[in-house]
């Protein structure tokens, strides 16, 4: 059976300091990937997809970014955090290829909890 | 355009009685609609997909919902509530036919169940 990963759990940050997320699913070939970001009282807002290694889609500018080095790894980065990027951070992943008739089903992760101070 | 009204951002309810977590929706193709249920601090587990097959939809842990197109309506619904159903709702509608399965979430609707 699939499943997904995503670490560390948690993680308190300074303002201005780097940041890595890592999500990686297991028992798939291929998936789409996906950020989202939710923040305190609001919806979820898609972030970045990806449908294959290298291929990055970014949904808003913002001064994050992702980056996908394995079929099966994501990974959201900044180079200097900013007290708006806290947030409830869930990856998820998806098989049905782009295109075809039927909406494949997103799965979520268990996230990340990041605090910038 | 897709869009996802979640009529309720708060529903309490008595364990045992029923729960009723409303969602209307806005789109253009034939949509896709789900319902996903998160604990604190937890992902999002699906609880149910439609797809336009059968209207009523039946989900994980007792739960079901109904599209009704007329209505633009996919309400989730439960018979008896249990403690455990304490969580977030979402209701999700995705473009279908698109290049990607793009989601677009509803607000959501904290479910809070009295003893």
């Known amino acids: 059976s699939q499943t997904i990963h995503q670490w560390p759990a948690t993680l308190v940050q300074p303002v201005g300091s780097p940041l890595s997320l890592e999500c990686t699913v297991e028992g798939t070939s291929n998936p789409n990937l996906y950020w989202y970001r939710q923040a305190a009282g609001r919806g979820l807002q898609l972030l970045f997809y990806?449908?294959?290694?290298?291929?990055i889609s970014s949904e808003v500018p913002q001064n994050l970014s992702a980056s996908r080095p394995q079929d099966r790894q994501f990974i959201l980065s900044s180079k200097k955090l900013l007290l708006s990027d806290s947030g409830f951070y869930l990856c998820?992943?998806?098989?049905?290829?782009?295109?075809?008739?039927?909406?494949?089903?997103?799965?979520f992760g268990p996230g990340t909890r990041l605090t910038v101070l | 355009a897709q869009s996802v009204t979640q009529l309720d951002s708060h529903v309490s309810v008595s364990e045992g009685t029923p729960v009723l977590l409303r969602c209307n929706y806005s789109s253009s193709y034939s949509p896709s609609l789900f319902w996903y249920v998160q604990h604190p601090n937890k992902g999002l587990q699906l609880l149910l997909k439609y797809t336009s097959a059968a209207t009523l939809v039946k989900g994980i842990n007792g739960f079901e919902a109904e599209f009704k197109k007329s209505e633009t309506s996919f309400h989730l619904t439960k018979p008896s509530a249990h403690m455990s159903d304490a969580a977030e709702y979402f209701c999700?509608?995705?473009?279908?036919?698109?290049?990607?399965?793009?989601?677009?979430f509803g607000r959501g609707t904290q479910l809070t169940v009295w003893p």
């Open positions: 999700v509608v995705s473009e279908g036919g698109s290049t990607l399965g793009r989601l677009y």
């Open positions: 998820a992943w998806s098989v049905l290829p782009p295109g075809t008739a039927n909406t494949d089903t997103q799965y």
């Open positions: 990806s449908v294959g290694i290298g291929q």
